[in-house]
C-alpha cells in the first residue's frame, strides 16, 4: 500500500470575478462543495473563501491527480449552485486556478489562513491577493483574465 501525503492549498474565482458568493450563499457553497468532495473521496480539509473566489486546502491521494479533482470540485458546484437558483444569471467558474503544495509544516498556518477569509478580505482585496500569488509562486500568466 503506498503512502502519500501530498497537501495542496487551492484557489479559484468565479468568472471574471464576479462578486456572485455573498454572505448569504457562500456558507451554501463552500459547505456543498465540501460535503461534495468527501464524498469522492477527496481529502478536503476545508473551504472558504469571499465574494468572487474559493480557498479549498485538501491532499491528493495517489490514485488522483489534481486537475482531475478540480474539475470534479468546480464542475459539479457550478451545476449545483445553478440547479439550486442560488443567483439570477448562469454561473460559471473561470477555467484557471491557482494550486500550489503546501508543506506539513505549514498546513495549520494555512488552514488559519483560509478560515480567516473574511477578515482577511476586509483589509486586501483579492485583485491584490492574486497579484501577490503571481509573484510569490513565480507564476507565468498567459492571460490576463484570470
Known amino acids: ?38 464524498s469522492k473521496n477527496i481529502l478536503i480539509d476545508c473551504v472558504n473563501g469571499h465574494h468572487e473566489h474559493v480557498h479549498c486546502l485538501f491532499r491528493l ?4 491527480n489534481l486537475s482531475k479533482v478540480l474539475q470534479l470540485l468546480k464542475g459539479e458546484s457550478s451545476f449545483w449552485i445553478n440547479n439550486q ?5 448562469k454561473f460559471i467558474w473561470q477555467k484557471e ?29 483579492f485583485a491584490r491577493e492574486y497579484d501577490e500569488f503571481i509573484t510569490k509562486y513565480n507564476f507565468q500568466v498567459i492571460n490576463d483574465y484570470v
Open 1 to 38: 500500500m503506498p503512502y502519500v501525503k501530498i497537501w495542496i492549498h487551492a484557489v479559484w474565482a468565479t468568472k471574471n470575478r464576479e462578486p456572485f458568493l455573498n454572505k448569504n450563499i457562500r456558507s451554501l457553497v463552500f459547505e456543498h462543495i465540501h460535503q461534495y468532495g468527501l
Open 61 to 64: 491521494r495517489n490514485d488522483q
Open 85 to 89: 437558483n442560488l443567483i439570477k444569471p
Open 97 to 125: 486556478y491557482f494550486a500550489v503544495s503546501v508543506s506539513e509544516s505549514v498546513v495549520d498556518t494555512v488552514r488559519r489562513y483560509i478560515h480567516n477569509q473574511e477578515e482577511h478580505h476586509s483589509k486586501k482585496p
